[in-house]
């Protein structure tokens, strides 16, 4: 059975920065989608298996940052200059799909898989 176990979620300060780990059980393609109260789950970054691809939601790369530890066969999403609006519950999501294609990366049907998800709360 697939495990996703996310951490690093919290408090912080508007401009601050925070990173978020999601250790899987195995070695899949995995992501990250936020949902915030009242709006529909986003995606924020995808990475492929092998971790030479990547793939980001819309105004998401630049201050987001998605890398993967393969000898853990974990990811990370580095969230730099936070702001009021990045406050969500952050979800890490894994798929057994070895192609990558970009197209369908952002969609939530594609992961077979979810974490339990890791608030992230930022204030001014």
């Known amino acids: 059975q697939v495990q996703l176990v996310e951490s690093g979620g919290g408090l912080v300060q508007a401009g601050g920065s925070l990173r978020l780990s999601c250790a899987a059980s195995?070695?899949?393609?995995m992501a990250w989608f936020r949902q915030a109260p009242g709006k529909e789950r986003q995606f924020v970054a995808a990475?492929?298996?092998?971790?030479?691809?990547?793939s980001y939601g819309d105004n998401m790369e630049g201050r987001f940052t998605i890398s993967r530890n393969k000898a853990k066969n974990t990811i990370y999403l580095q969230m730099d200059n936070l702001t009021l609006e990045d406050t969500a519950v952050y979800y890490c999501?894994?798929?057994?799909?070895?192609?990558?294609?970009?197209?369908?990366?952002?969609?939530?049907?594609?992961?077979?898989?979810w974490g339990q998800g890791t608030q992230v709360t930022v204030f001014s």
């Open positions: 990475i492929s298996r092998s971790a030479a691809y990547t």
């Open positions: 195995g070695w899949y393609t």
């Open positions: 999501a894994a798929d057994h799909e070895p192609v990558w294609a970009p197209t369908i990366m952002g969609r939530t049907t594609t992961y077979e898989y």
